[in-house]
């Protein structure tokens, strides 16, 4: 196989690194044509590297890679959009990070999805021009859910599946979405969480629209906490684990 053949040149976002040997860094890489890869990038820790500088974390870089026997090779790299309004602020490194460490947990090195690409790139550029970051959240967190095959359902009880009434209901992380008051107490997992009706209402609003039509949508500063929490919840039971960022975001959001 020539040299063309192995190469590829694609763009992605780089989800996370760490170094390996004395000159190197083994990248994560989202990328729009092979979805998600491991890549080494040689050198890049040398003074002077071409390639420093255009794969720091959450950047958005046009990449040729080559196809190593057990590892990708990133033999070229430049930056496209480095997101540098989020990189000004710790909050804003919290926001980039979030937004990298939920695709990165929910997805495997097995070819590309372009609609989860768009999505990702799309929510760090609502970021950096300044858009309210608990409704991109939100909206990207759904987005993501429906994406891979885990939509919550906010419109039906999971259990007997009646519409769901506008009083106070219950989630399950288990189920997949919302139980009504009649079931919850029929069920036996006890993980169930309440929600409100305020909340879940702005939950399916934001789950059944477009960002662009809810870019002028204001959320009441009561409510943010709940829908945060549920949503927290949901990805919590999906991952069998807790993320890193949000942990951060917190602790940087009781600093400033």
Same mark, same amino acid.
């Given at each position: 196989?020539?040299?063309?053949?192995?190469?590829?040149?694609?763009?992605?976002?780089?989800?996370?690194?760490?170094?390996?040997?004395?000159?190197? =860094?083994? +990248?994560? /890489?989202? *990328?729009?044509?092979?979805?998600?890869? @491991?890549?080494?990038?040689?050198?890049?820790?040398? $003074? #002077?590297?071409?390639?420093?500088?255009?794969?720091?974390?959450?950047?958005?870089?046009?990449?040729?890679?080559?196809?190593? =026997?057990? +590892?990708? /090779?990133? *033999?070229?790299?430049?930056?496209?959009? @480095?997101?540098?309004?989020?990189?000004?602020?710790? $909050? #804003?490194?919290?926001?980039?990070?979030?937004?990298?460490?939920?695709?990165?947990?929910?997805?495997?090195?097995?070819?590309?999805?372009?609609?989860?690409?768009?999505?990702?790139?799309?929510?760090?550029?609502?970021?950096?021009?300044?858009?309210?970051?608990?409704?991109?959240?939100?909206?990207?967190?759904?987005?993501?859910?429906?994406?891979?095959?885990?939509?919550?359902?906010?419109?039906?009880?999971?259990?007997?599946?009646?519409?769901?009434?506008?009083?106070?209901?219950?989630?399950?992380?288990?189920?997949?979405?919302?139980?009504?008051?009649?079931?919850?107490?029929?069920?036996?997992?006890?993980?169930?969480?309440?929600?409100?009706?305020?909340?879940?209402?702005?939950?399916?609003?934001?789950?059944?629209?477009?960002?662009?039509?809810?870019?002028?949508?204001?959320?009441?500063?009561?409510?943010?906490?709940?829908?945060?929490?549920?949503?927290?919840?949901?990805?919590?039971?999906?991952?069998?684990?807790?993320?890193?960022?949000?942990?951060?975001?917190?602790?940087?959001?009781?600093?400033?």
């Amino acid at each position: 196989m020539s040299s063309r053949q192995r190469s590829i040149r694609t763009e992605g976002v780089i989800l996370r690194r760490r170094d390996f040997g004395e000159k190197d =860094r083994i +990248l994560t /890489i989202f *990328t729009r044509k092979l979805g998600r890869i @491991s890549a080494i990038a040689k050198g890049v820790r040398n $003074p #002077g590297s071409r390639k420093s500088g255009h794969v720091e974390t959450f950047m958005r870089s046009s990449l040729l890679i080559a196809r190593g =026997r057990n +590892l990708h /090779i990133l *033999t070229q790299a430049e930056v496209l959009d @480095s997101y540098q309004s989020l990189r000004e602020t710790l $909050p #804003g490194i919290g926001y980039g990070s979030y937004v990298v460490e939920l695709v990165d947990a929910f997805t495997y090195e097995e070819g590309s999805n372009l609609p989860l690409y768009s999505l990702l790139v799309t929510t760090l550029e609502h970021l950096d021009r300044g858009d309210f970051p608990p409704l991109v959240f939100r909206h990207y967190e759904l987005q993501l859910l429906e994406i891979v095959g885990f939509r919550p359902e906010l419109f039906h009880c999971v259990n007997c599946r009646e519409v769901i009434k506008e009083v106070d209901q219950f989630l399950s992380g288990m189920s997949g979405g919302v139980v009504c008051p009649a079931c919850s107490g029929a069920m036996s997992e006890i993980n169930l969480r309440r929600i409100s009706a305020r909340e879940l209402k702005y939950l399916r609003h934001i789950q059944r629209n477009s960002y662009s039509a809810l870019v002028s949508l204001e959320i009441p500063a009561e409510v943010l906490p709940g829908i945060e929490g549920a949503m927290g919840y949901f990805l919590t039971h999906i991952l069998e684990r807790e993320l890193n960022s949000p942990g951060f975001l917190d602790r940087m959001n009781d600093f400033f």
